[in-house]
């Protein structure tokens, strides 16, 4: 597993997020708690950018039509049919790093 870094830690303030693209891929990033949990930014209804949506706990809900996700682990709220994808990610030296399928540095 190859990981690539995508921000600094400080740019995602407690309860907040982020939006960031590695390994072709864009990715959404919460930080709950402290803890950074990153999965796939698209809601599996109409594509609306997960990462723009309202993080309440661990639970953010899509901007467009309220589709709800748990962020620790991608799961839909109601259908686990619908859930969307998580990514391991690490922090090093300040950095936010996350595992993607041959992961390549698109943006920071």
């Known amino acids: ?7 600094a830690l400080e740019s995602i303030a407690p309860g907040g997020s982020r939006a ?12 709950v708690d402290g803890t950074v949990h990153a999965i796939e930014n698209a809601c ?3 594509g609306a950018a997960l990462a ?5 706990g661990r639970i953010v809900a ?3 039509h309220g589709w709800k996700y ?3 682990t ?6 686990p049919s619908l859930s969307v994808e ?3 990610v690490e922090i090093v030296d300040g950095r936010v790093r996350i595992a993607t399928v041959n992961a390549t540095q698109e943006s920071i």
């Open 70 to 72: 748990d962020v620790t």
């Open 1 to 7: 597993m190859e990981f690539v870094d995508v921000c």
């Open 20 to 31: 960031v693209r590695a390994g072709g891929r864009d990715i959404a990033l919460f930080n």
């Open 44 to 46: 599996r209804h109409g």
């Open 62 to 64: 899509c901007p467009a």
């Open 74 to 79: 991608g799961a839909h709220s109601i259908a």
């Open 86 to 88: 998580k990514f391991p």
């Open 52 to 56: 723009g949506g309202k993080l309440c």
